[in-house]
């Protein structure tokens, strides 16, 4: 029987994630968590094999609960499950160290396999998932950004022009253009909307 905890911010998840490992028999769920602290309250009192963890819950995320799951050196295996598969989403995740990544529209014979295997200890990727993975590996180094850079492109994103970006910044219009240069050429991008949009994909200005 392998033991799991349920930790996703919506009643309807869980109860369905529920009724599915009862369903199927070998699975016994031993409590339900509806943010990341619960989820770290809950693994350290009773001790689960398995962790399925949503990523965005509201207080302490998904990321920050695998986190000081580690830091405790709780042995439950943890199962992300959940509905993004953004690079800002994935790798802080399996860093932090989760065991798995699952999106919500896995079928449920492939879930079940995987909360097995992640209870022996065995990594779990969606293909979706190892392919940005892979994709993640077999890129260049990429250049970081410059702290003045993420400013630049942080204004140009709620909207300013190059000379109100200057003028909030204190810095001359040319400056601004020099920074959105490099900026995209950093990024990999031709215009200020794609590096408006790779920089948000890559969590350089937090989320939208």
């Not at 369905?16 to 509806?34: N, P, Q, T």
């Not at 003045?148 to 140009?156: A, D, H, K, P, Y």
């Amino acid at each position: 029987m392998i033991t799991v905890i349920i930790a996703d911010d919506h009643p309807v998840v869980r109860d369905g994630l529920r009724g599915m490992l009862a369903a199927e028999g070998g699975f016994d769920v031993l409590g339900e968590a509806a943010d990341g602290a619960e989820a770290v309250a809950l693994a350290q009192r009773l001790r689960p094999d398995v962790v399925l963890m949503d990523l965005r819950m509201p207080g302490t995320d998904g990321v920050h609960a695998i986190t000081e799951l580690a830091r405790l050196g709780n042995a439950a295996r943890v199962l992300v499950l959940t509905t993004y598969d953004t690079d800002s989403d994935v790798m802080p995740a399996i860093e932090a160290g989760a065991t798995g990544y699952l999106l919500k529209d896995t079928p449920r014979d492939e879930l079940f396999r995987a909360v097995r295997a992640a209870a022996r200890g065995e990594s779990v990727l969606s293909p979706a998932v190892a392919s940005r993975i892979m994709g993640q590996l077999r890129a260049p180094a990429q250049e970081p950004l410059s702290q003045r850079e993420i400013e630049v492109l942080g204004l140009i994103a709620r909207g300013c022009t190059n000379k109100e970006a200057a003028a909030q910044l204190f810095i001359s219009e040319a400056t601004v253009k020099t920074h959105l240069l490099h900026a995209y050429a950093k990024l990999g991008v031709r215009d200020r909307a794609a590096a408006v949009a790779v920089a948000f994909e890559r969590g350089l200005l937090g989320r939208r």
